[in-house]
Antibody, heavy 121, light 107 residues
Framework: EVHLVESGGGLVQPGGSLRLSCAAS????????MDWVRQAPGKGLEWVVRSRNKANSYTTEYAATVKGRFTISRDDSKNSLYLQMNSLKTDDTAVYYC????????????WGQGTLVTVSS | DIQLTQSPSFLSASVGDRVTITCRAS??????LAWYQQKPGKAPKLLIS???ALQSEVPSRFSGSGSGTEFTLTISSLQPEDFATYYC?????????FGQGTRLEIK
């Protein structure tokens, strides 16, 4: 059974940094596209970043709102995905979800429970 | 960027009703359109992939249709557990975007 468990959220001041982790189980991380999606309090869903699978050279795509500040990475030996977030802004406050894609259309068929990031002074 | 507009944004309905949610894309997305259900405090759940492919373990009362710029999610007979927020999403190219959501509440 597939499980995704995020960790690393918390309170950080504007301009600060945070690293989120996503521990995957029940599948081989290197085979899957992986994404981060966020949801600000009371708001809708916003896609943040994608890491393609090993077969596609782990290439990445970023939303314009985070490009240059956030970096996605993975450690396949630990079956874990990461999101390094730098220069954080108050607008980055959200629940961050780790997701995986297995189908041909690369939609998000598995989701973690989310981790809350609060950017505030 | 491709904008997805869902209508309505809010829907009040009764158990047993048939409801339809529409998602319109600002440009064609072929069939790279997914639907998700989200309940309060929970992660979204994928219901439909590729515009009309029902995910395993999703009840058959849910169905999706459309291609190009107009898509629909239909629930044929609402059950109490269906009251939630629904989002469409395109994956045709980057950035991936979501619709603003449709909140379905009990009348």
């Amino acid at each position: 059974e597939v499980h995704l468990v995020e960790s690393g959220g918390g309170l950080v001041q504007p301009g600060g940094s945070l690293r989120l982790s996503c521990a995957a189980s029940g599948f081989t991380l290197s085979d899957h596209y992986m994404d981060w999606v966020r949801q600000a309090p009371g708001k809708g869903l916003e896609w943040v970043v994608r890491s393609r699978n090993k077969a596609n050279s782990y290439t990445t795509e970023y939303a314009a709102t985070v490009k240059g500040r956030f970096t996605i990475s993975r450690d396949d030996s630990k079956n874990s995905l990461y999101l390094q977030m730098n220069s954080l802004k108050t607008d980055d406050t959200a629940v961050y979800y780790c997701t995986s894609s297995t189908g041909d259309y690369r939609d998000f068929d598995y989701w973690g429970q989310g981790t809350l990031v609060t950017v505030s002074s | 960027d491709i904008q997805l507009t869902q209508s309505p944004s809010f829907l009040s309905a009764s158990v047993g009703d048939r409801v339809t949610i529409t998602c319109r894309a600002s440009q064609g997305v072929d069939r790279y359109l997914a639907w998700y259900q989200q309940k309060p405090g929970k992660a979204p759940k994928l219901l439909i992939s590729a515009a009309s492919a029902l995910q395993s373990e999703v009840p058959s009362r849910f169905s999706g249709s459309g291609s190009g710029t107009e898509f629909t999610l239909t629930i044929s007979s609402l059950q109490p557990e269906d009251f939630a927020t629904y989002y469409c999403q395109h994956l045709n190219h980057y950035p991936i975007t979501f619709g603003q959501g449709t909140r379905l509440e009990i009348k």
